[in-house]
């Protein structure tokens, strides 16, 4: 980072008398015309966790109703942690993202053992849980125990991009550390949970990334990007990390009866995961028989079957082509090609859930696995379903 861009984020800093007018602004605003959110209505430091981790990469009106689900399900800490790891993931299901899932589960049982169920009210003791960085251990605990400590995330990140006029990668190393100090020097000490869900507030709704609405901001005054006419276009892009495209070829196993059945979660742990390692693709869920392919995708699937099924090996299996699926997980293209494969009786595989076509969604699977179990679906109705 340039000393002209540590410069740029000193210039956001206000004299004490528009500090305190800034802040209140942006308080009296937030009090006023808040979003009425579940998660809202308490001060439970769990299920404030719950839903910082939920709404990680995913859509405010998306998370409620699992939210809603889970904490039926799990009103604690201990209900949480003593649970099946399969039905947090069920519970999971559709929110993609599964790792969170188990960090979450695998941080209460830490919590529970650690800390008698309660979430630890230090900084330091947080940040040292699985799945918990510094803007969650900052919301956690300015929201549940008003401690001062400022939430920086994209969001946030954004709104003080442009309240500043800063340029550039605002995930370059030395200017987040930057923006993490004007941050925190914008911190009401008297309502720091308000106060960083108010920035955050003003991030996800009048100062979206897409036409900011300036006008209707409680804290235009002081906003330097508006001024200069340039909000709208920071921050500025980053550097995108180039697709990796992936190309993958599944089998979905059919019986008369309607019946398919789906390999275990892998427990294999790949720090170095390749771009179209299958166990990071299906994120550890269960799954049809996939494998990855470069050339003739029937025929290399039916060599991986014979190969990693031993009940297959010998068996005549006719693969029909189900056309295409496209997916994609961060900056993985997937393209997969699902083959339905008709048989009298389904082989017998170790660990393998049976289960019918119809209900694989109900299982804890990827959206990738739901879209290959929608495509066999609309080409084989289950006999059973026809009258
Ligand atoms: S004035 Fe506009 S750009 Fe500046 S903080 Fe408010 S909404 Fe964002």
């Known amino acids: 980072m340039s000393r002209l861009a540590v410069r740029e984020c000193h210039r956001t800093m206000l ?8 802040r209140k602004q942006l308080l009296a605003w937030f009090r006023q015309f808040r979003r009425d959110l579940p998660w809202r209505r308490t001060r439970d430091p769990y299920h404030i966790w719950l839903s910082e981790i ?17 904490v039926d399900r799990f009103p604690n800490v201990h209900a949480l942690a003593e649970a099946p790891e399969e039905e947090v993931l069920r519970l999971w299901s559709g929110l993609g993202y599964y790792s969170r899932a188990r960090n979450l589960q695998k941080t209460a049982q830490q919590i529970a053992v650690k800390y008698g169920g309660q979430f630890p009210t230090q900084f330091d003791e947080a940040l040292d ?13 300015s929201i549940a125990h008003g401690r001062k400590h400022a939430v920086l995330d994209g969001n946030v990140a954004r709104v003080l991009a442009r309240l ?30 308000d106060w960083n869900q ?6 996800a709704t009048l100062c979206a990334p897409k036409s900011p609405q300036c006008l209707l901001c409680p804290v235009a005054q002081f906003c330097e990007g508006r001024k200069l006419g340039i909000a709208e276009s920071l921050p500025e892009k980053r550097k995108k990390r180039p697709t990796v495209e992936v190309t993958l070829a599944a089998a979905v196993f059919v019986d008369a009866g309607g019946l398919t059945f789906l390999l275990s979660p892998s427990r294999e742990e790949n720090k170095k995961a390749a771009a179209d390692h299958i166990p990071t693709l299906v994120s550890r869920m269960w799954h049809f028989p996939t494998v990855s392919v470069m050339g003739n995708p029937a025929v290399q699937l039916r ?13 005549k299996l006719q693969l029909e082509p189900l056309g295409r699926v496209r997916h994609s997980v961060t900056y993985r ?3 997969i090609s699902p083959f339905l494969v008709k048989v009298n009786r389904l082989l017998r595989v170790r660990g393998a859930k049976r289960v019918p ?23 084989a109705t289950p006999p059973s379903k026809k009258c």
């Open 129 to 141: 849980l699985p799945g918990i960085g510094k803007y969650t251990a900052a919301a956690i605990l």
């Open 54 to 70: 939920m709404l990680q990469q995913t859509r405010v009106a998306a998370v409620i109703p699992y939210y809603e689900r889970f």
């Open 333 to 335: 293209a997937i393209t």
């Open 164 to 193: 500043g006029a800063i340029r550039g990668d605002l995930r370059e190393s030395r200017r987040w550390q930057e923006l993490q100090r004007v941050a925190d020097a914008y911190l009401d000490p008297e309502s720091p949970g």
């Open 303 to 315: 060599r991986f079957l014979q190969d990693s099924l031993s009940s297959a090996k010998h068996a």
């Open 198 to 203: 108010a920035m955050m507030e003003l991030g």
């Open 357 to 379: 076509l119809l209900e694989v969604s109900s299982l804890p699977v990827s959206n990738l696995t739901r879209k290959v179990a929608r495509a066999a679906l609309a080409a």
């Open 15 to 22: 004299n004490t008398r528009d500090l305190h007018t800034f």
